[in-house]
């Protein structure tokens, strides 16, 4: 017999955050999925869906927290969101369908520690932090260290998500997204990336390139943003890029795709990001 | 446990498990069985219902979440025997076939046009994109829904 319990406040929430057999449920739109098909057989869920002080975005100090439980339609609809950080809106908005973006939070995304998260792909460009709580304290990691491997975070059994939290004073990037599937809506990712590219006297200033489901966890793919860093976008430039995406990531074959073909994809769309950071 | 709630306008208070779904108590606890479960996964949105006007699979719900919620069904779009425009839409333009998936489509439709009374295709097709049609009426869908808005703006006006 599972026991479901809602969470008032976030102190109610750590004292049965260790409870055995506890989840944490929100959206539920992730985690019913896996309750049911027997992939997971929680006791008692704790449901933050609306626990105070977990929902919500708010703007300070120049950075933006968005609460845990936040859903995607709510964080789509923010207009700081959307007029600060574009790729972040640009990426959730292909999440799901709306009737899972109305349900599924951020913090869901994440815990959820799918190679294919789609939310980790903005974080990571934007260099996003997440807050974590726990019995035994507080503690404040980057998204790159928090992300572990499929189904794995930084989290240990007395921790939770409380927000995320990005920094609004990002130069002005051109983004890119490119997320690749069956068809447009409710996707899990073939394989997708994402990027950030500013330049200066038609040289790369600065290049961030994160991608999904080609790797145990979504990634930035730090070693050929350096290598690009300063270098004019030439035909040659773009050729090596590719070789150099190709061999960065380390893709499986699954029900989805086949390895070779992820790391062509990966290949093709860093050339599309480079060609498209010097049209226009 | 015990939930109250309301289902299309009505104050309910149910007895329900911890962990059934709310697609569950809506068909087989008040027998409104207008909900329909294709996936069970969230995939298809034949079981797309409204919570705070908001549409949701609620395949994917726990009956529980709904304590304290408004929550609307197919069922509460009529008020009596005569058809809501946009179930007449539907009908008119041909948008149903074999109909499983329809009571799916129309709520997505109902909370599109809620917020947004005269949707272009991008939008309609955005706001839709969480329902399969296995007959594949997609084309008389999108015009069902264009006709639906118009017949709800002349109600309104």
Redesign the interface.
């Known amino acids: 017999m599972r026991h479901y319990v809602k969470i008032k406040t976030v102190q109610e929430l750590l004292e049965r955050i260790e409870e055995p057999g506890a989840r944490i449920l929100c959206g539920g739109t992730d985690l019913v999925v896996k309750m049911r098909s027997g992939a997971i057989d929680p006791q008692v869920l704790l449901d933050i869906s609306d626990t105070e002080n977990l929902r919500g975005i708010e703007e300070k100090d120049d950075r933006v927290t968005i609460g845990a439980a936040t859903t995607v339609t709510e964080i789509i609809a923010d207009p700081v969101i959307a007029g600060k950080l574009p790729l972040l809106e640009t990426v959730l908005r292909t999440l799901g369908s709306t009737q899972i973006r109305n349900r599924a939070t951020l913090g869901g995304n994440l815990v959820n520690a799918s190679p294919a998260a789609d939310s980790a792909i903005p974080l990571l460009l934007y260099q996003a932090e997440v807050n974590i709580s726990g019995v035994r304290g507080d503690r404040v990691i980057g998204i790159e260290d928090f992300l572990v491997s499929p189904g794995k975070t930084a989290l240990t059994s007395d921790e939770f998500v409380r927000s995320v939290s990005i920094p609004l004073s990002q130069i002005a990037f051109k983004p890119f997204f490119h997320k690749v599937g069956r068809r447009k809506a409710m996707i899990i990712a073939i394989a997708s990336l994402g990027a950030l590219v500013s330049m200066k006297d038609a040289k790369i200033d600065e290049i961030r390139l994160a991608v999904g489901s080609v790797a145990p966890r979504p990634i930035r793919l730090r070693e050929l943003e350096s290598e690009l860093t300063g270098k004019a976008v030439t035909q040659s430039l773009i050729e090596e890029a590719k070789g150099a995406a190709t061999n960065a990531v380390s893709p499986i074959d699954d029900v989805r795709a086949s390895a070779d073909y992820r790391r062509e994809v990966i290949g093709e769309l860093v050339a599309r990001v480079l060609r498209n950071a010097v049209q226009g | 446990?015990k939930i109250r709630f309301t289902v299309n306008g009505r104050a309910v208070e149910q007895d329900v498990r911890?962990?059934e779904?709310l697609l569950d108590l809506i068909r087989d606890d008040l027998q409104l069985t207008g909900t329909k479960e294709g996936c069970?996964?969230?995939?298809c949105?034949a079981c797309?219902v409204l919570i705070d006007g908001?549409?949701?699979?609620s395949?994917?719900?726990?009956a529980?979440?709904v304590?304290g919620k408004d929550v609307l069904t197919v069922e509460g779009l009529a008020p009596g025997e005569e058809l809501h425009p946009i179930q007449r839409a539907f009908v008119e333009k041909g948008a149903v076939q074999c109909g499983f998936c329809t009571p799916g489509f129309i709520m997505?439709t109902y909370?599109l046009l809620s917020v947004n009374p005269d949707p272009s295709d991008e939008e309609i097709l955005?706001?839709?994109?969480?329902?399969l049609c296995r007959c594949t009426g997609y084309v008389k869908i999108l015009e069902a829904v264009h006709y639906a808005a118009e017949l709800m703006r002349q109600e309104r006006n």
């Open positions: 446990m911890d962990d779904r069970g996964e969230g995939e949105g797309t908001k549409a949701v699979t395949c994917l719900v726990l529980p979440q304590d997505s909370a955005a706001a839709l994109e969480g329902n």
